[in-house]
């Protein structure tokens, strides 16, 4: 039996490389699921914050309607595409994320991802274009019976705007704590037992 080392038993092992692997995917998506949910608080801030008073105090109804109602048609895409790419993310993390997968907080983040899904499906489906038909056929904020229509949609908006922010912030703070740490061998669910010293192995 050689006592020699030689390069070969510096390489890592199958499973090293295999655990290597799983965590750059870990990593990659939790990436990739913080920027996209980043855009849907950032969105709504630029859209709802900053851009509808001025577009509704500076043009005239009815085209201020159909220009804000448009350009949140055209973010509801976007947040839908967001919302796609958090969803498959969490595919990701939870086929290769093994025994950490299965920790409390990784469930939560796995349901605030299905409910800022399910937030952004709604508004984009259901309130965003009730909004639009009810600017488009003229109808004002307050004013008669439709107005009070469109006025309740647009607090339904506002308070579904508020929680996909809010589940999108607590999103990017959950898979920023539930990344891997150490190296990824170290957190491998298989490695029960200790390694064993570099060399021949008899």
Not at 82 to 109: D, K, Q, W
Not at 178 to 184: V, Y
Request: include cysteine; proline fraction near 6%; hydrophobic fraction near 50%.
């Amino acid at each position: 039996m050689s006592e020699t080392f030689s390069a070969a038993d510096l390489e890592p092992s199958d499973k090293e490389r295999r655990a290597g692997r799983r965590a750059l995917a870990d990593r990659l998506a939790a990436i990739f699921a913080a920027i996209a949910a980043g855009f849907v608080p950032g969105g709504l801030v630029a859209l709802g914050a900053c851009a509808a008073p001025f577009v509704f105090r500076m043009t005239p109804a009815p085209m201020s309607g159909d220009a804000m109602g448009a350009a949140f048609a055209r973010f509801d895409r976007i947040a839908l595409a967001c919302a796609g790419v958090v969803l498959l993310a969490e595919i990701v993390r939870t086929y290769v994320g093994g025994a950490r997968a299965r920790t409390p907080i990784a469930r939560v983040r796995r349901f605030a991802a299905v409910g800022l899904a399910a937030a952004i499906a709604y508004g984009g489906m259901f309130v965003s274009p009730a909004i639009l038909e009810l600017h488009r056929s003229g109808v004002s904020r307050s004013v008669g019976e439709a107005g009070s229509r469109l006025e309740a949609v647009h607090e339904r908006a506002s308070a579904l705007g508020k929680v996909e922010a809010l589940l999108a912030a607590a999103l990017v703070a959950l898979h920023i704590v539930t990344l891997p740490r150490g190296r990824p061998e170290d957190e491998d669910e298989d490695d029960v037992a200790a390694p064993l010293a570099p060399g021949p192995r008899g």
